[in-house]
């Protein structure tokens, strides 16, 4: 197994006695969360392209037939990078308050919930720290399933229903439980060895 590199760390104010983002993000996010709510979020499920539309507005670098239902909740568009023919159900929760960068062909499914934010619980200030969340190409986050941050997932990876995430993967991989574990190969065809 290849060591993963690890993934930098962002630090971002004082929690207790501040906001953790500048004004520019609060405002950027506030302005986001108006358009959600009137634009996107009543928009019909076949309407990808009006849905691709807006977040590319607001600065999300997206492939070709991204597919992202009304639903899913994007914090920070401008942290959100897609490849090609990415799927975004509806309930999932994009928490990117890092960048996530979703590979080509990877599918999210419903409830699933990527968080790249935490704190620094030894530092009596407790700031809010991010790493980004990378995913691979061809890979399936099933429902419910919980990623933290820093955490990369390789090419092929399945991560299986309600399990939760903390290491980084291998490539062709099915992970499940709580915290996830390998549980089986998969082949580049994607069945199961």
């Not at 507005?57 to 909740?73: D, E, N, Q, S, W």
């Not at 590979?103 to 699933?112: C, E, I, K, L």
Request: charged share 15%; aromatic share 10%; glycine share 12%.
């Amino acid at each position: 197994m290849t060591a993963t590199p690890t993934p930098p760390i962002t630090t971002w104010g004082n929690s207790r006695t501040g906001a953790s983002f500048p004004w520019g993000n609060r405002l950027g996010r506030l302005l986001w969360g108006v358009v959600w709510l009137l634009l996107l979020r009543p928009s019909p499920r076949p309407l990808h392209g009006w849905r691709a539309f807006w977040l590319r507005a607001f600065g999300a670098k997206l492939g070709r037939r991204v597919h992202i239902y009304p639903g899913a909740r994007v914090w920070a568009p401008w942290n959100l990078v897609c490849g090609d023919d990415v799927g975004v159900a509806d309930g999932v929760i994009l928490y990117n308050q890092g960048p996530i960068t979703l590979g080509a062909r990877t599918v999210v499914s419903q409830g699933a919930h990527l968080c790249t934010g935490t704190h620094d619980f030894n530092d009596p200030g407790f700031p809010l720290q991010t790493r980004p969340i990378t995913v691979g190409e061809d890979v399936w986050l099933a429902a419910e399933c919980f990623v933290q941050p820093g955490v990369t997932i390789a090419d092929g990876s399945v991560i299986g229903a309600r399990s939760v995430l903390t290491k980084s993967t291998e490539s062709w991989t099915v992970y499940a439980g709580n915290p996830a574990r390998a549980i089986k190969r998969r082949d580049a065809r994607g069945g199961t060895e």
